[in-house]
């Protein structure tokens, strides 16, 4: 449950000023004597007049609902109504740390003058008024307090997160900006109160205090010729939000002429993306440090690509062409990642995990254009992780029917050919894969593949199938396949000199074929690698049984050492 901080306190009762979430509606009373006597007695005697309403109270802890008379001496403002019983010890091992008027925790009830209209109109029984109680771990814990600005700590004893609130405050050329976990600042906590608040008692919480610099050092590496140059990037007052993000995002836009700038990254491969959050995080993290942040801008050629307008980091390449794209027309794509209807998450749930949802659509002339442009080719992100799997691409058109492709991921990313635009889902098969292993008794080939549909139709031809060979992760080294058409069989190597030496013999190149584990991975396999030397074709095997590799050793065969690693079949 998100928990807001709050400012100010809430009455000797209560104890501490902190909101944080969750609650109902209640009744109002007039009461002896009555409101409007009370005010009158106010007016006519100069004296102060007892005000009573009775106030339904939710907590954030469990289902029970207290009905509660608040009280005042001054009248019915909000500012002055107080519970007459104390919350603070309603709930054992909790402690109150706060009323507000929304289950969420972020309207206080006492600092929102808005709600005043709802007290008043409860005198006359018009309104019933609800409060919901936000209880909080009894705060016996320990938090120690990093600040990364000059390296000093302080422990903070029987911490509920309130005393956070003011610590470490703005110093001269930087700016305080955010709790995190870690000292990198990579692990930031959003609601630190809340996160003090709901950890287990007798816990020793360590936060660490990130600051801004007014500046920081920026090296950008220009991944289309190679060159780099430095910046000096401002951050104004620590923030790096919707107003100052963009000073960022602007550098090396127009270095190239015929191209332009398609992302900038944090990494080489081009998938950690900096965006305004991403940049922020990492400058108040380090920003003690004077070494430049290294950061990397790719570039597409105008005359292939489409240059893309949104938060989406598609590629778009080839020109719209059609009946509904006039010649000369301006022409423009905008594509923004985007949330699936319930009903559309279940359409693709069988597909694996959904990396993400998009909107793509065309302006032609300022106009949308969902059709009638020709055939763009679109590239979806997935990163290197899944590298030589087949991601499942689903159009949703717009008659509501379902269009999923196939699209294999190279680059790290998922490309299939559109020829109209709406709304697309990406997903992804995460389990790990199941390495088949077939034999041809006419040519000695055994064949691995973890495509069932290739495994089940070559066992239809003739093939035998032999089952389970291991199981491969969803994350590691690429095993490459090849397939040699003189000899007619298959060869796989981790090797990208051997994959390329046997190319320029003239084996054909098929790609990651699957994903090897690390050697160090819990319950890994390794899968060893035989010669055949009285065989001209099918002169390798790979095996995961050392048995196997024992006896055909024996045979004559040689052995090539470990070839990559798996896991056993569960």
């Known amino acids: 449950m998100r928990r807001t901080l709050l400012h100010g306190a809430l009455s000797v009762a209560l104890g501490a000023a902190l909101a944080l979430g969750g609650g109902t509606l209640a009744h109002a009373e007039e009461a002896v004597p009555s409101a409007a006597a009370a005010h009158e007695l106010a007016g006519a005697t100069a004296q102060t007049a007892a005000y009573r309403v009775m106030v339904e109270v939710h907590n954030n ?23 007459a019983e104390d919350l603070s010890e309603k709930i054992a091992d909790y402690r109150c740390e706060g009323l ?52 000093t700590t302080q422990t903070l004893e029987k911490c509920s997160g309130l005393s956070l609130h003011s610590y470490l405050r703005d110093r001269e050329g930087v700016s305080f900006v955010f709790w995190s976990l870690d000292k990198e600042g990579k692990q930031p906590v959003d609601d630190t109160v809340a996160y003090v608040a709901s950890t287990k008692r007798g816990t020793t919480i360590n936060l660490y205090a990130q600051f801004a610099r007014d500046q920081v050092a920026v090296r950008f590496h220009d ?53 305004e959050d991403a940049f922020g995080k990492r400058a108040w993290a380090t920003s003690s440090s004077d070494e430049p942040f290294d950061v990397y801008v790719w570039y597409l050629s105008s005359k292939e690509y489409v240059q893309v307008y949104g938060d989406a980091n598609i590629i778009v390449k080839g020109q719209a062409k059609g009946e509904n794209v006039p010649e000369g027309a301006s022409v423009m794509i905008v594509a923004n990642e985007t949330e699936l209807t319930d009903k559309q998450q279940g359409s693709v749930a069988n597909y694996g995990t959904q990396f993400a949802a998009y909107t793509i659509e065309l302006y032609v002339n300022g106009q949308i254009v969902h059709d009638g442009f ?30 999923p492709m196939s699209a294999p991921i190279t680059n790290g990313y998922a490309t299939v050919k559109i020829s109209d635009l709406s709304t697309f889902a990406v997903n992804v098969n995460t389990e790990n894969e199941t390495l088949y292993r077939l034999y041809n008794q006419y040519t000695g080939e055994h064949l691995f ?47 990208t000199d051997e994959y390329d030496k046997l190319e320029a013999l003239g084996w054909q190149k098929e790609g990651v074929a699957w994903l090897s584990a690390s050697k160090n991975a819990t319950d890994a396999i390794p899968l060893y690698r035989l010669f055949n030397p009285f065989e001209q074709r099918a002169t390798h095997l790979y095996t995961a049984d050392k048995s196997e590799e024992e006896k055909l050793t024996a045979l004559g065969w040689k052995p090539e050492g470990i070839a990559w690693y798996g896991f056993a079949e569960e």
């Open 61 to 83: 802890v469990n289902d029970e609902v207290w009905n509660i008379p608040f009280t005042s001496e001054y009248g019915s403002s909000n500012f002055s109504l107080s519970p």
């Open 100 to 151: 507000t008027w929304d289950a969420a925790g972020t309207k206080n009830y006492l600092y929102d003058e808005n709600e005043n209209s709802l007290w008043e109109a409860s005198e006359e029984g018009a309104k019933t008024v609800v409060l919901y109680a936000q209880y909080g771990y009894e705060p016996v814990r320990t938090v120690i307090i990093h600040d990364t600005n000059d390296g």
């Open 223 to 275: 991944t289309l010729d190679g060159s780099t140059w430095n910046e000096t990037v401002f951050i104004y007052d620590g923030d790096l939000g919707a107003d100052n993000g963009p000073f960022l995002m602007r550098y090396g836009a127009d270095r190239h002429k015929g191209y332009f700038r398609q992302r900038l990254s944090w990494d080489t491969d081009g998938f950690d993306l900096v965006d």
């Open 374 to 403: 020709g055939s763009l080719e679109i590239s979806f992100p997935v990163g290197l992780t899944y590298e030589g799997r087949d991601a499942t691409v689903t159009h949703f058109n717009d008659n509501g029917t379902l269009a």
């Open 449 to 495: 593949t973890a495509d069932k549909g290739e495994y089940d139709g070559l066992v239809g031809i003739g093939w035998t199938g032999e089952g389970v060979a291991w199981v491969a992760p969803t994350t590691g080294e690429p095993v490459y396949r090849l397939f040699n058409p003189f000899s007619d069989d298959h060869h796989y190597t981790m090797d």
